[in-house]
């Protein structure tokens, strides 16, 4: 996955506010994490892109549903199958039989 608008100057503080709000990956997925930082004009704090394979749970559906923030905003997260490919779109859709939410391709 893709956590896109994390105020943050670098890797190790942006994969610690993941881990904060509840992200879960392997130890090794978190070593792996690739980031990039863009800095921005007029003085605004920088924004970090974190790349990395993560673990489903509810902490990251409510970050996925826009319900809980990274640090203090809301991010934009995309989805994909590989970090090199991001062609392949899963999504985040209810299934109303055990009434919870679930990643679908």
């Known amino acids: 996955m893709c956590f896109q608008g994390i105020q943050t100057t670098g890797l190790h503080q942006a994969t610690t506010m993941l881990k904060e709000a509840g992200v879960d990956a ?4 978190w070593e ?7 800095h921005r004009r007029c003085a ?10 993560v ?7 409510e970050i996925l549903l826009g ?14 199958r590989d970090e090199e490919q991001l ?9 109303p039989e055990v009434n919870c939410y ?3 391709s």
């Open 26 to 29: 392997q130890e090794e997925e």
């Open 32 to 38: 792996r994490a690739k980031c990039i930082v863009r």
């Open 44 to 53: 605004r704090p920088p924004m970090a892109a974190v790349t990395l394979r």
């Open 55 to 61: 673990k489903l749970n509810c902490p990251l559906q």
């Open 67 to 80: 319900q809980q923030t990274v640090g203090q905003d809301k991010i934009a997260v995309w989805v994909c």
């Open 87 to 95: 062609s392949c779109v899963t999504t985040l859709v209810q299934d």
């Open 102 to 104: 679930c990643l679908r």
